[in-house]
């Protein structure tokens, strides 16, 4: 079964970066995109963007778009996602989770099977 | 404003049936777009419960089922169990937004 561990959870102040992980187990993990979700407390769940770790192809949600940046080594199997200046309202659990079917087509379903523990990032001065 | 709209909370007493719906619109659902369901346990992860609106991966029961019909979804648990306690959340993919969106979740009750 596809694993996916991310670090652990971290608590920041304002202005600071961070760069948090989701290390993958598998030799499938290069061949899948990896997306990374955020949840705020008691909020639903927003794709901030994916990378596809095996060339980093990468897309952005247009509302995280600037705000972070996604990247992944596929030789040790982790994607990255990280901040260069945190602000309160970045405060929330991180996920990272692999994405079936990355398609447009109505006719390829698209979702996410497997599920880090999720990363939570507290962002206070 | 989520994209796709789930009620806020349900709840039901063991043993009974319940539903919970996800009203989409013409750029996800009724474009076509499968829905896809997800069980958060409290201070969990999510999990995948139906994907393609109505298949349940190995290990899921069957008392989980889903349907979709135009616009709208809807996700049923039958013989409603304690260990069901959870928030669960709907999915698509939008072609007007080029993304994939969630429903606001909706937090299941067992009395």
């Known amino acids: 079964e596809v694993q996916l561990v991310q670090s652990g959870a971290e608590v920041k102040k304002p202005g600071e970066s961070l760069k948090i992980s989701c290390q993958g187990s598998?030799?499938?993990?290069?061949?899948?995109?990896i997306a990374w979700v955020r949840q705020m407390p008691g909020k639903r769940l927003e794709w901030m963007g994916i990378i596809y770790p095996g060339d980093s192809d990468t897309r952005y949600n247009p509302s995280f778009q600037g705000q972070v940046t996604i990247s992944a080594d596929k030789s040790i199997t982790t994607a990255y996602v990280q901040w260069s200046s945190l602000k309160a309202s970045d405060t929330a659990m991180y996920y990272c989770a692999r994405l079936i079917g990355y398609c447009t087509s109505p006719s390829c379903p698209s979702y996410f099977d497997f599920w880090g523990q999720g990363t939570l990032v507290t962002v206070s001065s | 404003q989520s994209v796709l709209t789930q009620p806020p909370s349900v709840s039901g007493a063991p043993g009974q049936r319940v539903t919970i719906s996800c009203t989409g619109s013409s750029s996800n659902f009724g474009a076509g777009y499968d829905v896809h369901w997800y069980q958060q346990l409290p201070g969990t992860a999510p999990k995948l419960l139906l994907f393609?609106?109505?298949n349940r991966p190995s290990g899921v029961p069957d008392r989980f089922s889903g349907s979709k019909s135009g616009t709208s979804a809807s996700l049923a648990i039958t013989g409603l169990q304690a260990e069901d306690e959870a928030d669960y959340y709907c999915?698509?993919?939008?072609?007007?937004?080029?993304?994939?969106?969630f429903g606001g979740g909706t937090k299941l009750t067992v009395l």
């Open positions: 999915q698509s993919y939008d072609s007007s937004l080029s993304g994939w969106v």
């Open positions: 393609g609106n109505s």
């Open positions: 598998g030799s499938s993990f290069s061949n899948y995109y």
